[in-house]
């Protein structure tokens, strides 16, 4: 299926004053979207499309990215979850999706924002029963420091992502690779292309969210809107363990593991249709 292309933008102003920019498409009921680390709005274009015809689909850039204006000084969860907030509120939305550090975002904000009806983790990232999902973290920013974008994401991505033989190489071996298609990107020149080399320090941010997170797991209880908990089976262990237990704090949950599927399953080059579909039974 070919890239959704009939979109509209519009943007929100955050309670601190930041402007958050965000993709609309489709009819009906309106359902947010909200993207994981080194991404933007962009990419859950193909999930937007395949829920078109039964939504309207807010596709917010979150800030730092894209559209949207900068983190700012107090940047952590609260800023995430105001500008989740504005949008909701303008749009009277009351069904969202978060996928990874996205998902941490959409959980805090279901744990205060009443207006919130039904609401969609994939695999939040979130520290439990002794895990560490930011342990990289150090790593990245070290090759980040010194400037090498390829090695920064190929720590991020070997952290994050699930088992495979990519993640198996040694990173001297794929960075300079990396650099390369990364140098390469930055040359592009259509008008919203959001160039990997502005994405990849953004993880600096994501990983804020990360060592923030372990707090929500027991306001988890004072959540009131109906939830479904996803996850995939090629994942990295910490994120099922999460989802375990989050699961726990809230036994109403619904709980759905997809065969075959991983961390990204709802990005463009993933799984988009499998997780529309969930979506759209859910919703």
């Not at 850039?61 to 700012?72: A, K, V």
């Not at 298609?181 to 259509?190: E, L, P, R, V």
Request: glycine fraction near 10%.
């Amino acid at each position: 299926m070919a890239l959704l292309e009939k979109y509209i933008t519009g943007y929100v102003i955050s309670k601190d004053g930041t402007r958050v920019g965000y993709r609309q498409t489709g009819y009906g009921p309106g359902v947010i979207l909200v993207h994981g680390a080194m991404m933007t709005s962009k990419n859950f274009l193909q999930l937007a499309s395949f829920l078109s015809n039964e939504f309207t689909v807010y596709i917010p850039d979150r800030r730092g990215r894209g559209l949207s204006g900068p983190f700012g000084q107090n940047y952590g969860i609260g800023s995430e979850s105001e500008d989740l907030q504005a949008l909701i509120h303008k749009t009277g939305t009351d069904k969202i999706f978060g996928l990874s550090s996205g998902a941490i975002c959409v959980l805090r904000t279901a744990i205060i924002e009443p207006a919130l009806k039904k609401v969609v983790l994939y695999e939040p990232p979130i520290p439990v029963k002794g895990t560490n999902p930011a342990a990289w973290g150090s790593r990245y920013e070290s090759a980040l420091s010194r400037g090498n974008f390829g090695k920064a994401m190929f720590t991020a991505i070997k952290g994050t992502d699930d088992p495979s033989l990519f993640t198996a190489l040694p990173g001297f071996l794929i960075a300079p690779l990396l650099n390369v298609g990364i140098n390469a990107d930055a040359k592009k020149q259509t008008d919203d292309h959001v160039p990997l080399k502005s994405l990849i320090p953004t993880m600096h941010y994501d990983l804020l969210l990360v060592r923030e997170s372990p707090g929500l797991i027991d306001r988890c209880k004072e959540i009131k809107a109906e939830m479904l908990l996803m996850g995939g089976t090629r994942s990295q262990r910490y994120l099922k363990l999460a989802l375990d237990t989050l699961s726990t704090v809230l036994p109403q949950a619904k709980r759905v593991e997809s065969r075959g599927l991983g961390h990204t399953a709802a990005d463009n080059d993933n799984s988009p249709e499998k997780i529309a579909k969930e979506l759209i039974a859910f919703f």
